[in-house]
């Protein structure tokens, strides 16, 4: 649908942590020390660490399936495709 249509119809109703899913980075970050991305995702004041990768693409599919798992149809990725896939 239209992300820009906010009429009600159009409007679910959820909690701060679920609609902060639309607000979160990419889910990737850059260490400079390990020259690697690294990829976590926080729910309820939990963080949880998916890994260190040498491919951006693996660190942000990583956090793609985790946020799915973690916030299930208000993940902002629970609509799209996955990366690996897109090409």
Do not use: H
């Not at 009429?7 to 607000?23: G, V």
């Not at 990829?39 to 956090?63: N, R, V």
């Amino acid at each position: 649908g239209n992300q820009a249509d906010n009429r009600i119809e159009n409007i679910r109703l959820c909690t701060q942590a679920q609609n902060q899913q639309n607000k979160e980075s990419v889910g990737a970050t850059f260490n400079k020390k390990t020259n690697k991305w690294q990829s976590q995702i926080k729910k309820s004041g939990k963080t949880y660490y998916l890994g260190s990768f040498s491919d951006k693409g693996d660190a942000i599919e990583a956090y793609r399936k985790k946020s799915i798992d973690l916030f299930g149809e208000y993940s902002r990725w629970s609509y799209m495709v996955p990366i690996k896939d897109a090409a």
